[in-house]
């Protein structure tokens, strides 16, 4: 059960090793840009590619995909990157049903695991493989593994390497539940004392705009725990000119100590950076609204920037 390319890998190890797949189950097809193009999971396109049995429940209690799920008679089902499973499905099989968290859990349970690790400067998470049960990301922990955070990678890039290492997970705990070799953690059990948990809630716009009140450092982990999807971002403003709208996807910091007003934005023909607390934060990948991604470079030769713009403090 799954849906976006994170997930594929997982089902791509799974069939390569010669599991016996029964069914896959992913998200309705969505019409998606301006022409309403009917568009494939990352999933259903490489279950149809295998001959994959399939199925696209609208409705996961609904008495139809209930009996289809049955009938299948699966002896485990594997989550990764999907919806919050009913009671009646996750319950099923006979050896139950286990999820893949792109965290170390019972830290970062929620949506947005990946992101919000980077964006509170962790030097280190995990994944994890755990037994679903009625609340989210809360069951007991089969497996787990643990990644670095490197200081200079964004959400795009770790993602990619958990969704390798999540793929080898997956096998070690199919391997270990066949092999009936599972002595499953209750997650509680691994909080220690005084430990805080942090959550991972989904990530919507409006929690996207940048903080230029913030440190450097801080703005420079929002930046990339949001990049590529779904973006930083922040308006320039000048009196008498248009707004404009930019997603920051790369960024560096220059530590020096200025008298600059925070968000006071600064350039030249090659360079773009924005006043922060502590130091200048440089902006070096963007995006203008109805433009395409580029380098600070490329946008500063094609825009003709006014005097005295400053970034929205928020």
């Given at each position: 059960m799954g849906t976006p390319e994170f997930a594929v890998e997982s089902l791509k190890r799974l069939v390569g090793d010669a599991y016996n797949v029964v069914a896959v189950i992913t998200a309705a097809d969505k019409?998606?840009?301006?022409g309403k193009k009917i568009r494939y999971s990352a999933v259903k396109e490489f279950a149809l590619k295998h001959n994959l049995r399939l199925f696209q429940p609208v409705n996961l209690k609904s008495e139809a995909f209930i009996s289809d799920l049955r009938a299948v008679k699966?002896?485990?089902?594997?989550?990764?990157?999907?919806?919050?499973?009913p009671e009646v499905v996750w319950y099923m099989p006979d050896k139950g049903t286990f999820n893949l968290h792109a965290s170390l859990l019972p830290q970062y349970r929620g949506a947005a695991p990946i992101n919000h690790a980077i964006i509170n400067g962790e030097k280190k998470t995990g994944l994890t493989t755990f037994f679903l049960d009625k609340q989210i990301d809360?069951?007991?922990?089969?497996r787990q593994t643990e990644l670095e955070i490197f200081s200079?990678?964004?959400?795009?890039?770790?993602?990619?390497?958990?969704?390798?290492?999540?793929?080898?997970l997956v096998l070690e705990t199919v391997k270990a539940i066949v092999e009936d070799n599972v002595t499953s953690t209750v997650q509680s059990n691994l909080v220690s004392e005084n430990e805080v948990l942090k959550p991972a809630p989904k990530i919507f716009k409006e929690d996207c705009a940048i903080n230029w009140n913030k440190p450097a450092?801080?703005?420079?982990n929002f930046i990339r725990g949001l990049s590529p999807y779904p973006g930083a971002y922040t308006t320039l403003y000048s009196e008498?000119?248009?707004?404009?709208?930019?997603?920051?996807?790369?960024?560096?910091?220059?530590?020096?100590?200025?008298?600059?007003?925070?968000?006071?934005?600064?350039?030249?023909?090659?360079?773009?950076?924005?006043?922060?607390?502590?130091?200048?934060?440089?902006l070096l990948e963007i995006q203008q609204s109805g433009k395409r991604r580029m380098k600070v470079s490329d946008f500063l030769r094609g825009v003709k920037l006014e005097i005295n713009y400053e970034a929205e403090l928020i």
């Open positions: 019409a998606a840009g301006r699966a002896d485990l089902q594997i989550v990764v990157a999907f919806r919050m499973l809360t069951g007991k922990i089969i200079d990678e964004d959400a795009g890039k770790l993602h990619d390497r958990m969704m390798f290492k999540g793929a080898e450092n801080e703005i420079y008498g000119n248009k707004p404009i709208y930019i997603k920051v996807y790369a960024s560096n910091i220059e530590k020096v100590k200025h008298n600059d007003k925070l968000g006071t934005v600064l350039w030249d023909n090659r360079e773009m950076k924005i006043a922060a607390k502590d130091a200048y934060v440089h």
